[in-house]
Nanobody
């Protein structure tokens, strides 16, 4: 099956930066959209940013101008560069990938285990 392995979370002061990475592995023919979601207690998981295989990007309004998403298609890896971090960015961040196991199949969403990002002084 497909696995997503995340890294890069941690504790950072307001105004600081973190870079999250997520690598997909397993039975993969291709990956359409890869992205990052985040969730805080009592709230639904929300989209932070995503990127298509062709490079089209979407960002939540709250992170525009501060976060940047990118991907390495050859490595099946997506990155999230987070700059000018605010306490409001504190959340568990989850990697997501829409994976095709076969050329004819509909993409299926897979999720990473989540990585904690804490922004605090």
């Amino acid at each position: 099956q497909v696995q997503l392995v995340e890294s890069g979370g941690g504790l950072v002061q307001p105004g600081g930066s973190l870079r999250l990475s997520c690598a997909a592995s397993g039975s993969i023919f291709s990956i359409n959209v890869m992205g990052w979601y985040r969730q805080t207690p009592g709230k639904q998981r929300e989209l932070v940013a995503d990127i298509s295989r062709g490079g089209n990007k979407n960002y939540a309004d709250s992170v525009k101008g501060r976060f940047s998403i990118s991907r390495d298609n050859a490595a099946n890896t997506v990155y999230l560069q987070m700059n000018s971090l605010k306490p409001e960015d504190t959340a568990v961040y989850y990697c997501n990938a829409e994976v095709k196991k076969y050329s004819y199949s509909t993409p299926y969403k897979y999720w990473g285990q989540g990585t904690q990002v804490t922004v605090s002084s």
